[in-house]
């Protein structure tokens, strides 16, 4: 592995499950090389239920989200939206960018640019913009956040189902294997128990974990001979980095993968 002192890693998504469901393996292989990670839902899970009040499954989700993180040895870090109100606009984006600037990752995962829902590719959008104008010093951000100079990657994971919104297929620009993380992976997703009833009831999702490991199952499909694999997009550098700033499969290069042609 390529040395990860010193470097910071901003896992940035929607909704509290978002990151167990398509990140954490690879956060948690970045954890071991000795990246800082942090955690960041930036919606609420207001609206992730059949059976509770707003303010009650706010509650339990935040509570979820703390308990996955900590067995991710991660910071995680407060949400600003209610679920479908995360919108790209001024207020929005002011906030964000003081969050990213506060953090200072080198390292950036994210959401698919075009996803399922709105709130995936907002969140997505958001975390772009913020990241882009993180050295900016004109930018002002609220509150008011000192600007960074440092390099920044952006990696994009998969959209939900593993095709965009018009059905296109994903095409990973590299796997990483997972395997030795998928344990600890379900566990950090079990942690999100109030999405049983919900998942089963609104999109046939009957066991949510198990449809976790069916997803890194199909990931790894795409590659040669893994049983579970985790997918990612490069964004592109300009703007944010050296061409040749890549640090993700540098750091885990005995875990990267090339699809298949």
Known sequence: MSSAKNLTVLAAVAHPDDIEFYFSGTLLLLKRAGCSIHFWNLANGSCGTMRHGRQEIVRIRA??????????????????????EVF??????????????????QIILTHSPNDYMEDHQNVCRLIVTAAFSRAIPNFMTIPTTAPYA??????????HGLRDAMEAPFQPDFLIDIDSMMETKRQMLACHKSQQDWLASTQGMHSYVREMEHLCAEMAGLGHKLA???????????GFCPADFDPLPGILATFVQNPKP
Do not use: C, G, M, T
């Open 228 to 238: 579970h694999a985790e997918a990612w997009r490069r964004h592109s550098h300009l």
């Open 63 to 84: 509570q979820e989200a703390v308990d996955s993180a900590k067995l991710a040895v991660a910071q995680i870090h407060p949400p600003l939206f209610n679920d479908l």
């Open 88 to 105: 790209y606009d001024r207020r929005s984006l002011l906030s964000v960018s003081a969050v990213v600037r506060s953090i200072r990752p």
């Open 150 to 159: 440092e390099p920044v990657r952006i990696y994009h994971a998969p959209p």
